[in-house]
């Protein structure tokens, strides 16, 4: 499976993800049965996963809801580095992101949209932007998982070997001191 490529890096040319937040929570199996007790916590883990992907891709992440679903004014946020939007009470998150698609829009960007309302792939690939299904988002994301998950174990495994041979009663001395034992 090919999955989107890695942030640019060079100059100041980057991607960015714009997120469809409640087409992806109603779309993936995990943030569907946290919406069913409490649709703010399929937010905040929609929230935190996307925040997971901006730190491993290095995109910069924008997640659009409607407002209709939040009474209110139009906020915009931040939460662990990813831009939260909820719009105006007028306003579909469709309208939004189509705005942002074109607003932000130029030759160095490349916008993606995670979106797997058909209708919205269209319109926004008429801006120039890419589409993203949300299973597409949802199987990167595992990979993503695992590779994290893959180089945290390297690095666990890594530390507990030391680069000098120790006796293991030297080693173990080492270990009580690195503890604050004696």
Do not use: C
């Not at 719009?87 to 130029?106: F, G």
């Amino acid at each position: 499976m090919k999955f989107i490529g890695s942030a640019i890096r060079s100059g100041d040319a980057m991607d960015i993800l714009l997120v469809d937040g409640y087409n992806i929570i109603g779309d993936w199996v995990e943030l569907r049965e946290l919406k069913k007790d409490k649709l703010v916590d399929a937010r905040d883990r929609l929230i935190e996963r996307m925040a997971e992907y901006k730190s491993y891709k290095g995109w910069r992440v924008i997640i659009i809801f409607d407002a209709h679903l939040v009474p209110g004014i139009e906020a915009k946020n931040r939460h662990h580095e990813v831009e939260v939007i909820f719009t105006r009470e007028s306003e579909t998150a469709d309208e939004r992101i189509e705005k942002l698609a074109t607003s932000l829009s130029n030759r160095r960007d490349q916008i993606y949209v995670a979106t797997s309302d058909q209708t919205e792939q269209r319109v926004v690939f008429g801006k120039g932007a890419l589409r993203i299904s949300a299973r597409e988002l949802e199987i990167e994301m595992e990979e993503i998982q695992r590779n994290i998950s893959k180089k945290v174990k390297e690095i666990q495994e890594q530390r507990a070997f030391s680069k000098i041979h120790l006796s293991e009663e030297v080693a173990e001395i080492f270990e009580k001191w690195r503890r604050g034992l004696k």
